[in-house]
């Protein structure tokens, strides 16, 4: 997508010119996934599939929002309203969220504007497209009205978009991503200090390859919020006798010596899910440091076993792609990522086996869930940007 061609859109829409043009990335996971709000470590990236956005001033309060993906029209809004909307207009709300918090700090956002936007990210994929929109609004909002905001505080604006405003009590992982991210790395991220470090994604002859189910979901129907529930009332029951703050503190050896505390096999299998896979993405990003693909790969596999088996959020469309990639050549590994329940997986594929690998998926995945999935290669990029 091109900036002339979003420019183009902008005038058709608004009948002016606009401003600037702005990107937003998506982001994928390597390993770490519904460890953020547990406190763990995570291991995301930004990618080349996301949110593009076209800013225009407009000298009276309204708000105007287009975008050039859902059918319907321009929602509109005072920049002083902070009403939830409902709906077929909730996903203004990623916009309107990050609007109200920052004019909460900051007084000069004195004036509405127009905004068209343009996804190439799948909506419902699981690649992250709300935290790219609050992102996208948060820089738009700090580079057009000149606010003395940084990254990190963008991004903890974006989660509490999503946690008050929205309702999703998610942790900070995607909004991270998607506006700190390096290209050709990965950020090593603690969620629990966000002390965070960039690594290299180096694959040598291997690429990673996104596959979307197309199964439509919004995770904050889901059951995203029970499992956060249930994660919280283990970590409970463990601090009667532990001195820990989140479950992100601890090893699977302390874990099972006092999992007579929690006695509920629930929320036992929804913290073992939390504290292994903490345990397994150190374990992976050190094995990708030392250049060991090949365990990096079996941890990816652990990582959608333990999702499916210990935290249940895979479901028959995960499962069969996790499953089919594994069995596929040049395969080093294979997992869902996201929220799970529909969405996204990711596979570590081989260069020279990519387009077979797609074609033998593909069809296992249209044969077993009878649509088709949607494959992308994905290129690791730089955080939220004006382009």
Same mark, same amino acid.
């Given at each position: 997508?091109?900036?002339?061609?979003?420019?183009?859109?902008?005038?058709?829409?608004?009948?002016?010119?606009?401003?600037?043009?702005?990107?937003?990335?998506? %982001?994928?996971?390597?390993?770490?996934?519904?460890?953020?709000?547990?406190?763990?470590?995570?291991?995301?990236?930004?990618?080349?599939?996301?949110?593009?956005?076209?800013?225009?001033? %407009?000298?009276? /309060?309204?708000?105007?929002?287009?975008?050039?993906?859902?059918?319907?029209?321009?929602? &509109?809004?005072?920049?002083?309203?902070? /009403?939830?909307?409902?709906?077929? %207009?909730?996903?203004?709300?990623?916009?309107?969220?990050?609007?109200?918090?920052?004019?909460?700090?900051?007084?000069?956002?004195?004036?509405?504007?127009?905004?068209?936007i343009k996804a190439n990210?799948?909506?419902?994929?699981?690649?992250?497209?709300?935290?790219?929109?609050?992102?996208?609004?948060?820089?738009?909002?700090?580079?057009?009205?000149?606010?003395?905001?940084? %990254?990190?505080?963008?991004?903890?604006?974006?989660?509490? /978009?999503?946690?008050?405003?929205?309702?999703?009590?998610?942790?900070?992982?995607?909004?991270?991503?998607?506006?700190?991210?390096?290209?050709?790395?990965?950020i090593f991220l603690d969620?629990?200090?966000?002390?965070?470090?960039?690594?290299?994604?180096?694959?040598?002859?291997?690429?990673?390859?996104?596959?979307?189910?197309?199964?439509?979901?919004?995770?904050?129907?889901?059951?995203?919020?029970?499992?956060?529930?249930?994660?919280?009332?283990?970590? &409970?029951?463990?601090?009667?006798?532990?001195?820990?703050?989140?479950?992100?503190?601890?090893?699977?050896?302390?874990?099972?010596?006092?999992?007579?505390?929690?006695?509920?096999?629930?929320?036992?299998?929804?913290?073992?899910?939390?504290?292994?896979?903490?345990?397994?993405?150190?374990?992976?990003?050190?094995?990708?440091?030392?250049?060991?693909?090949?365990?990096?790969?079996?941890?990816?596999?652990?990582?959608?076993?333990?999702?499916?088996?210990?935290?249940?959020?895979?479901?028959?469309?995960?499962? /069969?792609?996790?499953?089919?990639?594994?069995?596929?050549?040049?395969?080093?590994?294979?997992?869902?990522?996201?929220?799970?329940?529909?969405?996204?997986?990711?596979?570590?594929?081989?260069?020279?086996?990519?387009?077979?690998?797609?074609?033998?998926?593909?069809?296992?995945?249209?044969?077993?869930?009878?649509?088709?999935?949607?494959?992308?290669?994905?290129?690791?990029?730089?955080?939220?940007?004006?382009?």
């Amino acid at each position: 997508m091109n900036k002339e061609e979003l420019l183009t859109e902008y005038e058709k829409t608004f009948n002016e010119n606009g401003q600037d043009v702005f990107f937003s990335p998506g %982001r994928i996971n390597v390993i770490g996934e519904h460890t953020d709000y547990n406190g763990g470590h995570v291991f995301p990236a930004a990618i080349s599939l996301g949110v593009y956005g076209v800013y225009g001033p %407009r000298d009276d /309060t309204k708000v105007r929002l287009y975008s050039g993906d859902v059918d319907g029209d321009v929602v &509109e809004f005072d920049i002083n309203d902070t /009403t939830v909307e409902k709906d077929d %207009r909730f996903w203004a709300n990623y916009f309107k969220g990050m609007i109200t918090y920052l004019r909460e700090k900051y007084d000069n956002i004195n004036h509405g504007f127009n905004l068209y936007i343009k996804a190439n990210l799948p909506s419902g994929s699981g690649l992250s497209s709300s935290a790219a929109i609050e992102m996208l609004m948060g820089i738009i909002l700090k580079d057009e009205f000149n606010l003395d905001v940084d %990254r990190i505080a963008l991004a903890k604006m974006g989660q509490r /978009t999503e946690n008050e405003f929205v309702g999703l009590n998610s942790g900070i992982m995607d909004q991270f991503a998607c506006i700190m991210g390096k290209k050709d790395s990965a950020i090593f991220l603690d969620c629990n200090t966000l002390e965070y470090e960039y690594k290299p994604l180096a694959l040598g002859d291997y690429e990673i390859i996104i596959m979307a189910t197309n199964k439509p979901h919004t995770l904050a129907d889901s059951a995203y919020n029970d499992r956060v529930r249930e994660c919280h009332d283990a970590l &409970e029951k463990l601090q009667q006798k532990l001195d820990v703050k989140s479950l992100g503190e601890l090893d699977n050896d302390t874990l099972d010596e006092y999992s007579y505390l929690i006695n509920d096999e629930t929320e036992l299998k929804r913290a073992r899910h939390a504290v292994s896979e903490n345990q397994r993405t150190l374990r992976a990003t050190k094995a990708m440091q030392d250049g060991d693909l090949e365990k990096l790969g079996r941890l990816i596999d652990a990582s959608h076993v333990s999702l499916h088996y210990d935290y249940e959020v895979t479901g028959d469309e995960l499962d /069969t792609l996790a499953e089919a990639s594994w069995k596929q050549p040049g395969v080093l590994g294979a997992r869902m990522i996201g929220g799970g329940f529909g969405g996204s997986a990711i596979a570590i594929v081989k260069k020279s086996e990519a387009e077979n690998f797609k074609q033998n998926v593909g069809k296992i995945y249209r044969d077993k869930i009878g649509y088709d999935a949607s494959f992308y290669d994905a290129e690791i990029v730089d955080g939220t940007k004006k382009i």
